[in-house]
T-cell receptor
Framework: NAGVMQNPRHLVRRRGQEARLRCSPM?????VYWYRQLPEEGLKFMVY????????ESGMPKERFSAEFPKEGPSILRIQQVVRGDSAAYFC??????????????FGEGSRLTVL | DQQVKQNSPSLSVQEGRISILNCDYT??????FLWYKKYPAEGPTFLIS?????DKNEDGRFTVFLNKSAKHLSLHIVPSQPGDSAVYFC?????????????FGKGTLLTVNP
């Protein structure tokens, strides 16, 4: 399967714990994006990364959230000290270039975080 | 501040008939529009797009119409098939500037009845 791979698909955490979501982009793609979908909402842009670089994190909450895309390995979205409001579906997408508006934005199946 | 609005949460049509999904936007900087389709427990998949220099783009059973003066676009599916049942998201971006950033609507759940 050469698609965007996300894991875990489902993650349950208690308030105050840490959540780590991983994303491996499609083969040949070096641009990764994270989107969040809260219940009854559309997807909202969080962050855009290239290998070892954060290009735009304007959609990330200022505290507790961080993202990385190391030279080797998957991109990781990290949420520290989770709260109930963090419960959402987190989607990773990748593209071969940095132009999502060409339509060449391929999404993974999402990671659903539930905070108890 | 919702810049892309899909005012119909759901739509139900009969197989073989036309499905029309609507989308409005407020940001005049948007100049590229996309439709994504999403099945339950899956990620969104790209369906069709249109640039603001056009008013229509067609791909098989799917046609997107853009009315820039009204800041409105619509997706037509004809004929509708049961396999089209999914959530459809309208998305927009600005080619100039942050063209990697998509702004999504809340989605419309389309149900096509056999």
């Amino acid at each position: 399967n050469a698609g965007v791979m996300q894991n875990p698909r489902h993650l349950v955490r208690r308030r105050g714990q840490e959540a780590r979501l991983r994303c491996s982009p499609m083969k040949g793609h070096s641009h990764v994006y994270w989107y969040r979908q809260l219940p009854e909402e559309g997807l909202k842009f969080m962050v855009y990364l290239q290998k070892e670089n954060i290009i735009d994190e304007s959609g990330m909450p200022k505290e507790r959230f961080s993202a990385e895309f190391p030279k080797e390995g998957p991109s990781i979205l990290r949420i520290q000290q989770v709260v109930r409001g963090d419960s959402a579906a987190y989607f990773c997408a990748s593209s071969p270039t940095g132009q999502a508006n060409t339509g060449e934005l391929f999404f993974g199946e999402g990671s659903r975080l539930t905070v108890l | 501040d919702q810049q892309v609005k899909q005012n119909s949460p759901s739509l139900s049509v009969q197989e073989g008939r036309i499905s029309i999904l609507n989308c409005d936007y407020t940001n005049s900087m948007f100049d590229y529009f996309l439709w994504y389709k999403k099945y339950p427990a899956e990620g969104p998949t790209f369906l069709i797009s249109i640039s603001s220099i056009k008013d229509k783009n067609e791909d098989g059973r799917f046609t997107v119409f853009l009315n820039k003066s009204a800041k409105h676009l619509s997706l037509h599916i004809v004929p509708s098939q049961p396999g089209d049942s999914a959530v459809y998201f309208c998305a927009a971006s600005a080619i100039r500037g942050s063209n990697y950033k998509l702004t999504f609507g809340k989605g419309t759940l389309l149900t096509v009845n056999p």
